[in-house]
């Protein structure tokens, strides 16, 4: 057994001299002094906040974290011109973005989408040194994006091709289709700053909504390289940029009311306050992604190096800050030792660097107080009865935490009940499969469940136990968000609305229709105005 070490012994040198970093992935500074306004990069000769890497350079004077660059820190005032810019392009649902025909909303899209591109390098070691993400990750969240885009459209192709006919019934005829909400708040989370923010802000754009961006704490300066594409691509006023402390800057946005959807990824404490704010909850619409403590259940009956296979990748993929993360592991008594010594040893066999050496597997961490977080997790456990299990467990230095999996947890320690979002792999042991069922009854959240077996009966009797505590179930995997075509939501504190390439597009727009009742005077009215295009709404037009 191995408890937190902080000296280095054997563990391998994580941070480097500068000059033995590859020239492919040096970055220059970028200090970015504009922003993206009712159409135009408008210079900022404000005040700026520093953007720092989690990877750190050795001095003389110790481990320092590499300055990146610098953003703009707008203030309430900057935040108000960007909010009358969204309500002033969306004009009550008459502006040129909201009224525009949806196969022209889609070639922007499409031009974006190719701008998009020709920033793909950039924005991959954007991604690396902002928030410590590997090279096959970063390159991967990047595309998955790119599909993202490319897939909402193809969805948004069908929705518009389902509602380009006339419905007739008891007399009335009507076309009913999808209209777009108002002005949208979009804000994500800095573990992927780039497409959990587009799973929003794309579905949100292409229905006709204009968006306030606010950028996250971690991985801005990944999408400086795209504001030109928004410039380019949309009309003014479509999309705005937001930058500074969010909770001085978007208290105001909320407390004016012209806020008609807050889509939001990160806390339900932030949720809940910045709904309180708004004056008229009823016409706010909320599509929130937020808290998870998703667990695993490995039986007696499971496959254990299925098992620990799983628990690996969906605990400490991306260093296990991700919402869809295994936070919490239940394992049965019987084959806790077999289980525990093998994930032990998997664990320690990761290997640590930084984000673009080869087959990097545990980066530095871009939250600056998360080492002494993840450590005071990981003392209240051992002071508990806990042991860290793996070799080099809860090693830190500086940025970087190596994980720790930590056995036996109780409902008595931090790690039992607090979201860690980082490389810490709790172990809870249990006897009867009714204890990770009871554990999930009385958690606040309800996202996800991997359950590890393969006897039939007891996977069914679990299917059935959880399918109304979660919004996923997943057997014998870890827990994830994809496919991007399967919705993504949760029960409870985790989650409002839903979202996927299909559910997005309806959660950012309304059914609206245009009806009358069927006579010959209406069929050569609609007739007339379908035949000369003379409504964007009503329209027969079909999409290819």
């Known amino acids: 057994m191995h408890q937190p070490i902080s000296n280095r012994g054997s563990f391998p040198v994580i941070f480097k001299e500068e000059t033995s970093i590859p020239d492919t992935y040096r970055i220059a500074e970028i200090h970015q002094r504009e922003y993206l306004l009712n159409g135009a990069l408008v210079p900022w000769n404000g005040p700026v906040t520093n953007v720092y890497s989690p990877v750190c350079i050795p001095t003389p004077n110790g481990l320092t974290k590499k300055l990146l660059g610098s953003i703009p820190n707008t203030t309430a005032k900057e935040t108000m011109e960007a909010l009358d810019a969204a309500v002033a392009a ?47 990750d ?26 380009s006919r006339f419905q007739q019934a008891e007399g009335t005829i009507a076309q009913i289709r999808r209209a777009p909400l108002g002005v949208v708040l979009s804000m994500g989370p800095f573990n992927y700053p780039l497409n959990e923010i587009f799973t929003t802000l794309i579905p949100a754009l292409i229905m006709g909504n204009t968006i306030l961006f606010k950028l996250p704490k971690h991985g801005v300066l990944a999408h400086y390289p795209l504001l030109n594409a928004f410039k380019e691509a949309f009309p003014k006023g479509t999309v705005n940029t937001l930058y ?35 004056p008229k909850v009823n016409r706010l619409r909320a599509i929130l992604s937020l808290d998870a403590k998703n667990a695993a259940i490995v039986t007696k009956h499971a496959n254990i190096d299925v098992a620990v296979n799983e628990c690996i990748l969906g605990a400490l993929s991306f260093n296990g800050q991700r919402c869809t993360a295994l936070k919490l592991i239940f394992v049965q008594k019987e084959v806790a030792a077999e289980f525990t010594e093998k994930l032990s040893a998997a664990v320690a066999a990761l290997k640590p660097g930084l984000p ?33 299990l793996n070799e080099n467990g809860g090693f830190q230095e500086a940025s970087f935490v190596f994980p720790a999996v930590v056995y036996p947890v109780n409902e008595q320690m931090k790690l039992y009940h607090e979201e860690q979002f980082g490389p810490i792999v709790p172990v809870v042991p249990f006897e009867s499969i009714d204890e990770p069922i009871n554990y999930q009854v009385n958690a606040s959240h309800g996202m996800q469940v991997s359950i590890f077996s393969e006897e039939p009966a007891e996977v069914a009797k679990l299917i059935d136990s959880f399918v109304n505590l979660v919004s996923r179930v997943n057997i014998n995997c870890q827990a ?17 609305g839903t979202l996927s390439v ?18 010959e005077s209406t069929k050569t009215l609609f007739n007339t105005i379908v ?3 003379e409504s964007n709404f009503l329209s027969t037009d079909y999409i290819f």
């Open 244 to 278: 500074g402390k969010g909770s001085e800057i978007i208290s105001p946005i909320m407390e004016s009311g012209k806020v008609n959807v807050l889509a939001f990824i990160g806390s339900s404490k932030v949720a809940n306050g910045l709904k309180k704010l708004h």
């Open 480 to 496: 994830q968000r994809s496919p991007d075509v399967f919705p993504f939501t949760g029960r409870k504190d985790s989650a409002e």
């Open 531 to 533: 035949r000369d295009h």
């Open 90 to 136: 969306y004009d009550n649902g008459l502006g040129e973005w909201p009224t525009m025909p949806v196969e022209a909303r889609i070639k922007c899209m499409q031009q974006f989408v190719y701008l998009m591109i020709q920033q793909r390098e950039v924005v991959i070691r954007l991604l690396m040194w902002e928030i410590g993400k590997t090279l096959a």
């Open 356 to 388: 673009w050496e080869n087959g990097v597997r545990i980066t530095p961490l871009p939250e600056d107080n998360k080492p002494a977080y993840l450590k005071a997790c990981i003392d209240d456990a051992v002071s508990k009865g806990a042991k860290v």
């Open 138 to 163: 970063a390159t991967k969240e990047f595309d998955r994006t790119v599909d993202y885009i490319n897939d909402t459209i193809g969805a948004l192709k069908d929705l518009d091709r389902e509602s």
């Open 502 to 519: 299909f559910d997005a597009l309806r959660s950012f727009s309304i059914r609206s229709l245009v009806a009358a009742k069927v006579t």
